[in-house]
C-alpha cells in the first residue's frame, strides 16, 4: 500500500512508529506525533491514517496516536477479513489503550469520518476508559440515522457559485437518484473540501492508495452495528462530547448532526464555517483552536 506524506500545518512536531499485538495476534501500528496528553486518534475509511497527519497542528496542544485500524497503512491485513468488522475493533482500542500503559483513568479519544463508528461502539462498551470524545465530521452508521438525498443536496447548493459546481451537483443527483456511475463518485470529490485548493486535490488523490475496499466492506458488514443497543448506551454515556462537523460537509449535513448531538447527555454541537469533511485543511487555526479548548 503507498502512503503519501500526512497532510499538516505543522512540521515540527516529532513523530514515531510502534506496533503491538491485538488479542488475536495481528501485529497493528501506530504514529505518535508531538508530545503532551495523549490522545487517541481513530481514522475513517477504514484507510491508513496517514491522511489525518497531525489534524492541522493540533499535536501541538496534545501527542496524538494515530491508530492503523487493521488492514491499513502498516497494520497488518488479518487472514480473517470478518475480524476487521466495525464491531470486532472495539478490542483493538482497548488492547492499544493497554498497550500504551494508560492505566484505569480515562483518556480522550477523537474520531473522524467512518471512525466515529468504532468510536460510538467502543464509548457503548467502555464509557469508564474515555474522558473526553471528539467526533470530527462522523458518520452515523452506527447509530442507525439517515442521512437523506435532500440533506446532501441541501448542503450541496451552498457551493453553487464555485466553477466545478454544475457538473459536480449533476454528478451528485445521478448518485441520489440511483443513477451512478464511476465516473459520478469522481465527479463529486470537490465537495469534500472547503476550498480545492493544491493541497486539497492532493489530498484526495492520495485516498486510492490508502483504501484496501475488501477491508472497507468487511468493516460495515451484517453484524457491525447494533444501533438500538449503541443509542441506549450512548443515553448512559455522560463524559463531555464534541461533534463538530463543516458547514458545507455532504456526509455530515446539519439536520442528522443535530439528531445524533441530541444522543448524548452532555453533547456539544459545532459547525465550522466553510468546512468541508477534512476540516483541519480547511482552516486549521479555527479547527484546532475548538478542539484544543474542547479537550482542555
Request: proline share 7%; glycine share 8%; aromatic share 4%.
Given at each position: 500500500?503507498?502512503?503519501?506524506?500526512?497532510?499538516?500545518?505543522?512540521?515540527?512536531?516529532?513523530?514515531?512508529?510502534?506496533?503491538?499485538?491485538?488479542?488475536?495476534?495481528?501485529?497493528?501500528?501506530?504514529?505518535?506525533?508531538?508530545?503532551?496528553?495523549?490522545?487517541?486518534?481513530?481514522?475513517?475509511?477504514?484507510?491508513?491514517?496517514?491522511?489525518?497527519?497531525?489534524?492541522?497542528?493540533?499535536?501541538?496542544?496534545?501527542?496524538?496516536?494515530?491508530?492503523?485500524?487493521?488492514?491499513?497503512?502498516?497494520?497488518?491485513?488479518?487472514?480473517?477479513?470478518?475480524?476487521?468488522?466495525?464491531?470486532?475493533?472495539?478490542?483493538?482500542?482497548?488492547?492499544?489503550?493497554?498497550?500504551?500503559?494508560?492505566?484505569?483513568?480515562?483518556?480522550?479519544?477523537?474520531?473522524?469520518?467512518?471512525?466515529?463508528?468504532?468510536?460510538?461502539?467502543?464509548?457503548?462498551?467502555?464509557?469508564?476508559?474515555?474522558?473526553?470524545?471528539?467526533?470530527?465530521?462522523?458518520?452515523?452508521?452506527?447509530?442507525?440515522?439517515?442521512?437523506?438525498?435532500?440533506?446532501?443536496?441541501?448542503?450541496?447548493?451552498?457551493?453553487?457559485?464555485?466553477?466545478?459546481?454544475?457538473?459536480?451537483?449533476?454528478a451528485l443527483c445521478e448518485i441520489t437518484e440511483g443513477r451512478a456511475t464511476g465516473d459520478s463518485w469522481a465527479a463529486i470529490a470537490p465537495f469534500s473540501y472547503g476550498r480545492l485548493d493544491t493541497a486539497a486535490r492532493r489530498h484526495q488523490a492520495a485516498e486510492a492508495g490508502q483504501t484496501n475496499h475488501e477491508v472497507v466492506a468487511a468493516f460495515g458488514a451484517d453484524g457491525a452495528f447494533d444501533a438500538a443497543a449503541t443509542r441506549a448506551a450512548l443515553a448512559r454515556f455522560v463524559r463531555p462530547v464534541l461533534l463538530l462537523t463543516g458547514e458545507v460537509d455532504l456526509s455530515a449535513p446539519p439536520r442528522p448532526m443535530k439528531e445524533l448531538n441530541s444522543l448524548f447527555p452532555k453533547g456539544e454541537l459545532t459547525v465550522q464555517s466553510g468546512a468541508g469533511h477534512f476540516p483541519w485543511l480547511d482552516d486549521p487555526e479555527r479547527f484546532v483552536a475548538v478542539v484544543a479548548e474542547f479537550l482542555r
Open positions: 500500500m503507498t502512503a503519501s506524506p500526512p497532510a499538516s500545518s505543522s512540521s515540527s512536531s516529532s513523530s514515531s512508529s510502534s506496533s503491538f499485538s491485538a488479542p488475536d495476534g495481528t501485529r497493528l501500528s501506530y504514529e505518535v506525533i508531538g508530545e503532551g496528553r495523549p490522545l487517541l486518534c481513530l481514522p475513517g475509511g477504514p484507510q491508513d491514517s496517514v491522511y489525518l497527519g497531525d489534524l492541522g497542528g493540533l499535536s501541538a496542544h496534545r501527542q496524538l496516536i494515530r491508530l492503523d485500524l487493521r488492514g491499513t497503512g502498516r497494520s497488518e491485513l488479518p487472514a480473517d477479513l470478518s475480524s476487521c468488522r466495525c464491531d470486532r475493533l472495539v478490542d483493538d482500542v482497548a488492547a492499544l489503550r493497554e498497550h500504551l500503559g494508560l492505566g484505569p483513568g480515562r483518556t480522550d479519544v477523537l474520531a473522524h469520518s467512518g471512525g466515529a463508528n468504532l468510536a460510538l461502539q467502543y464509548a457503548a462498551r467502555h464509557p469508564e476508559h474515555i474522558d473526553r470524545l471528539a467526533l470530527i465530521t462522523p458518520s452515523v452508521r452506527a447509530v442507525d440515522i439517515a442521512i437523506t438525498a435532500d440533506d446532501r443536496r441541501e448542503t450541496a447548493r451552498l457551493r453553487a457559485a464555485e466553477p466545478w459546481f454544475p457538473a459536480a451537483y449533476a
